[in-house]
């Protein structure tokens, strides 16, 4: 399945600058690992070594926030990958 990826700023770097790029998968984790394939690092600045979310990054598919990386994803879904803000 294809879907459309908008990733957060702090990662542009690694797309040669693109904040919207296609990725096929049947879920979040394959997403990412097409992802990491295409644009080697990337997977490793938003999940830990044990496959979950860093706690600075969130995911959304649509409108829905994600944390579990086994979310399935639909063709033609949007993705979104953001830092997460934090202060007080």
Do not use: K, W
């Not at 979950?52 to 959304?60: I, Y």
């Amino acid at each position: 399945m294809t879907v459309q990826v908008r990733l957060a700023a702090l990662l542009h770097n690694y797309t040669g600058g693109a904040a919207l790029v296609p990725a096929q998968g049947a879920t979040v984790a394959a997403v990412l690992d097409d992802l990491d394939r295409r644009y080697p690092g990337i997977r490793f600045r938003i999940a830990d070594e044990q496959g979950r979310l860093r706690r600075h990054m969130r995911c959304f598919v649509g409108e829905t926030d994600v944390r579990d990386l086994a979310t399935p994803v639909a063709e033609g879904d949007e993705v979104f990958i953001v830092g997460a803000l934090s202060g007080g």
